[in-house]
């Protein structure tokens, strides 16, 4: 039995760098419609969505929101529910500048805020290598999905090109991804809050119980949870103790006879009844919100049954 076996953590599966799903000329658009729905109030996370006419809570909306996290053009205010978005310095000197030079310097600049796209921008320069050893090389050494791979150059293409970015522009400094710079060590007992596509994977800090090496890349694990996710993806809340700090319970096991691949979690309402969730793969916000959009879904239906059978009833007698 390994090390990571022996502690109960789960191997982390392989997930693509993170990158912005839309290329930054969309970005700058959904910038500009985000600024006319809100002005200069900051914008609710949760409401971000109906400035670009999608439904506030969809997937589509926070990953729109994210994308403009990733480019620089906003920054994050609060947590959870509380969260909004208010323009970055960047985002507002490209939307008030009067000279064009300014916004295209400041669309320079906000190109290579995303991490993936400074890296391939300094391996590749302005005369990238055909398609197939691009995408050979995005998916046998960087870690991406052969479909994320054709996102990812389709986004880094019109991103390059949109900036204008040219020869003299090949030295930027790599590695400009909004608060990388700033970004604390995280150690076991801090309290963190894990962060995907933009989004909080947890409602309130969860205590690092556990860090890994997989790959020689940290992962993270946290209370309550037996996955573990990138380091990048974790931010601190409040550093905590290692040595005052008892790692709690891990979530049972799936039940016997679970196939293999499979993962199972166990719900208890207050009355004691038990509901178990079980899934194929790594739980993850998309996996969620299409468990939440299926409750919904039979909800409405049920509400409607219920209501018809009172109406059916209420013509019986």
């Not at 669309?107 to 391996?123: E, F, G, Q, T």
Request: charged share 30%; with cysteine.
């Amino acid at each position: 039995m390994t090390t990571t076996e022996s502690q109960g953590l789960k191997t982390p599966k392989d997930r693509s760098p993170s990158y912005p799903f839309i290329p930054l000329k969309v970005a700058i658009e959904r910038l500009v419609a985000l600024d006319a729905k809100f002005g200069r109030h900051p914008a609710p996370a949760l409401q971000a969505g109906i400035a670009w006419d999608l439904k506030p809570t969809s997937s589509q909306a926070a990953q729109t929101l994210a994308a403009l996290k990733s480019f620089g053009l906003v920054d994050y205010q609060g947590a959870g529910d509380d969260r909004s978005a208010a323009l970055s310095d960047d985002g507002r000197t490209y939307l008030r500048a009067q000279q064009d030079s300014v916004k295209q310097e400041v669309l320079k600049r906000v190109a290579l805020k995303p991490r993936a796209i400074a890296k391939y921008w300094n391996d590749w320069g302005p005369d990238r290598p055909p398609d197939p050893v691009c995408l050979d090389q995005l998916v046998l050494k960087g870690g991406f999905t052969q479909s994320a791979a054709d996102t990812f150059l389709r986004v880094y293409d019109e991103t390059i090109r949109y900036a204008g970015l040219s020869e003299t522009d090949i030295d930027a400094p790599l590695g400009q991804a909004v608060g990388d710079d700033e970004k604390p060590a995280i150690s076991v007992g801090d309290l963190v809050h894990v962060e995907i596509n933009g989004q909080l994977v947890f409602p309130e800090p969860k205590r690092v119980r556990a860090i890994q090496t997989h790959d020689g890349k940290p992962w993270v694990y946290v209370e309550g949870s037996q996955s573990g996710v990138s380091m990048d993806n974790v931010r601190l809340h409040q550093k905590g103790s290692s040595e005052a700090f008892t790692p709690p319970p891990l979530m049972e096991e799936a039940r016997p006879g679970t196939k293999t691949g499979w993962k199972e979690e166990r719900l208890v309402d207050d009355a004691g009844d038990e509901t178990f969730l079980s899934y194929k793969g790594e739980p993850s916000l998309e996996r969620y919100e299409f468990i939440r959009d299926y409750l919904e879904f039979r909800i409405s239906r049920i509400k409607k049954a219920t209501a018809q059978a009172g109406r059916d009833d209420d013509k019986a007698t």
